[in-house]
Nanobody, 122 residues
């Protein structure tokens, strides 16, 4: 069982930066692939970035080059550094844990956090 708690969301102007954190409970955190997803009003939940147990990462095309995912297994925490934010990045951001490798579909993840709101003003 893994419990996930996101933090770091907020309101930022376009072009600004935010860093999201996701703190995980459990002693097996390092064995999970971790992902960040987002969901805007009226839209489906979409993959943003994922990181495997050894730090290998993948990104959606919409955030590649602007966002960076990382993890600190000693702190049971995964991060999402978001730079050059755009109004279209506005959404609730969720972190999730998956057994095995990175999945780009929500159904691949077994555990989810409650989400944190990110709002980017123009």
């Amino acid at each position: 069982q893994v419990q996930l708690v996101e933090s770091g969301g907020g309101l930022v102007q376009a072009g600004g930066s935010l860093r999201l954190s996701c703190a995980a409970s459990g002693r097996t955190f390092s064995s999970y692939a971790m992902g960040w997803f987002r969901q805007a009003p009226g839209k489906e939940r979409e993959f943003v970035a994922g990181v495997n147990w050894s730090g290998g990462s993948t990104y959606s095309d919409s955030v590649h080059g602007r966002f960076t995912i990382s993890r600190d297994n000693a702190k049971n925490t995964v991060y999402l550094q978001m730079n050059s934010l755009k109004p279209e990045d506005t959404a609730v951001y969720y972190c999730a844990a998956a057994v095995g490798g990175i999945h780009t579909m929500p159904m691949g993840y077994s555990y989810w956090g409650q989400g944190t709101q990110v709002t980017v003003s123009s």
